[in-house]
């Protein structure tokens, strides 16, 4: 079930949370710890469905807190500002946005590119812009973005998802430093996973077509990432993290200060091999 512990489970007991892409990965592992500390929940994602079988699992496992449910295409901005409202509706302001849903395509249609971007990157900050007035006005609350490390790096085959999370990146640490600025208590966090194996994108193609991190890459578990997104909002401070093996840490670290022999490393360890076999099945 759930490996909280009891000291982080009263740090998030009674707060309210808004979760996107919840339905399934790390949306609904996640779900499941934030349920198991007392975190009331608004759900996202696009599948009712998958929605309503996750809060019935979760209140199955013991939710106390109230589950609710808003099913939204995160690609539309019309339905982005709806959810907004609803969290507002439902918590006056949350305690805690979680912009988690994330989307990639590896082919490069005009509708792809902008459904990718409109997901990765529109959405959140439409959510974020919204919802921030009332965290402001209330002088608390926590907002993580969970981006990616292809966020700091090159990423061969996969430029437009690339494009998304260097903007995601970019934004969360202009809010961040807006916040700071301004003395605001509002925490802003970044967490950046890198392939992660047991849920979510790269364990899908992983199950699906036995595609897998080269091993000079490699990857870190579901369950790890989650119980670190935890750990982050029960510090209810500003925090960012690269989670990720040593190799793909030095990577991000380097690419600023040597691109080039950054690039040639990757290139050595075949970080890109992921992506273009993705690629090549989509064509």
């Not at 998030?12 to 592992?29: I, M, P, V, Y």
């Not at 690339?162 to 966090?189: D, E, I, Y």
């Not at 579901?222 to 990577?251: D, G, N």
Request: proline letters at 5%.
């Amino acid at each position: 079930m759930t490996h909280t512990s009891p000291a982080l489970r009263a740090c998030l007991n009674g707060k309210r949370a808004l979760l996107t892409g919840a339905s399934r990965g790390l949306g609904s592992l996640l779900a499941q710890e934030l349920a198991a500390c007392g975190v009331e929940l608004l759900l996202s994602a696009r599948n009712h469905e998958q929605l309503q079988q996750l809060r019935q699992s979760l209140q199955a496992g013991g939710a106390r807190a109230p589950i609710h449910l808003h099913p939204c295409d995160l690609g539309n901005s019309t339905e982005v500002l709806a959810l907004a409202q609803e969290a507002k509706n439902l918590f006056g302001a949350p305690d805690i946005l979680i912009n988690n849903a994330g989307l990639m395509h590896t082919r490069s249609s005009s509708a792809a590119i902008c459904q990718m971007l409109a997901v990765n990157l529109q959405a959140p900050m439409l959510l974020t812009d919204a919802l921030l007035p009332a965290m402001q006005a209330r002088n608390s609350g926590h907002i993580l973005n969970l981006a990616s490390v292809a966020g700091f790096l090159p990423v061969e085959f996969g430029d437009m998802y690339a494009a998304g999370k260097h903007g995601l990146v970019g934004f969360t640490r202009s809010l961040r430093a807006t916040m700071q600025r301004q003395g605001s208590a509002l925490a802003v966090s970044l967490i950046c996973p890198g392939f992660v194996s047991g849920a979510g994108m790269y364990a899908d193609q992983a199950e699906a077509h036995g595609i897998h991190a080269p091993p000079l890459v490699g990857a870190i578990p579901a369950p790890e990432v989650v119980a670190y997104i935890v750990r982050t909002l029960a510090r209810a401070q500003s925090h960012e993290k690269i989670l990720a093996p040593f190799s793909t840490r030095l990577s991000c670290m380097c690419y600023n200060l040597a691109p080039r022999l950054t690039a040639w490393s990757m290139n050595l360890a075949r970080a890109h091999t992921v992506f273009e076999r993705v690629a090549k099945r989509s064509d």
